[in-house]
């Protein structure tokens, strides 16, 4: 499944969701052929790009990183660094930090403390943005 087929299943939760409509399930799941040391029968619909159901992707593990900001330096700067050295980002305090599922730019966040642990609450969730399509 490639980048524009996640996003346009995504997006199709998302509609559903704004909509009232109840969301599309997966089918119930089928025996599993490598359990009795078969092996899996990937009929014609399987790979002729067929729509996955959103069931198999619940269980795909995606890196999530959160951006609190960036800057540039040079490389003697970077030598000069020591422990208590401090790094001065491009973001003012209390700037919205970005959350990144894979390379894109999921959402938007802030900084809490929970507990002894940092977390980040989710204040705001983009839209999946249309593929341009070759012509």
């Known amino acids: 499944m490639n980048p524009a ?3 346009a299943l995504v997006a199709s939760v998302q509609a559903a969701k704004a909509s009232g409509q109840p969301i599309p399930q997966a089918a119930p799941a089928e025996p599993d052929p490598a359990a009795y040391g078969l092996a899996p029968d990937f ?3 399987a790979l002729a790009g067929s729509e996955v159901p959103l069931g ?3 269980d795909l593990s995606l890196p999530v990183s959160i951006e609190l900001g960036r800057t540039s330096m040079t490389v003697q700067e970077i030598l000069r660094l020591g422990r208590g050295a401090v790094i001065q980002l491009d973001r003012l ?3 919205p930090i970005d959350v990144y599922v894979g390379d894109r730019k999921f959402a938007e966040g802030e900084v809490v403390v929970l507990g002894e642990h940092f977390g980040v609450r989710i204040v705001r969730i983009f839209a999946a943005t249309p593929q341009p399509q070759a012509a």
Do not use: N, P, V
Request: hydrophobic share 50%; proline share 0%; net charge negative.
């Open 93 to 95: 305090a209390g700037e």
């Open 43 to 45: 009929g014609a619909g």
């Open 5 to 7: 087929e996640i996003d």
């Open 56 to 58: 198999m992707l619940l």
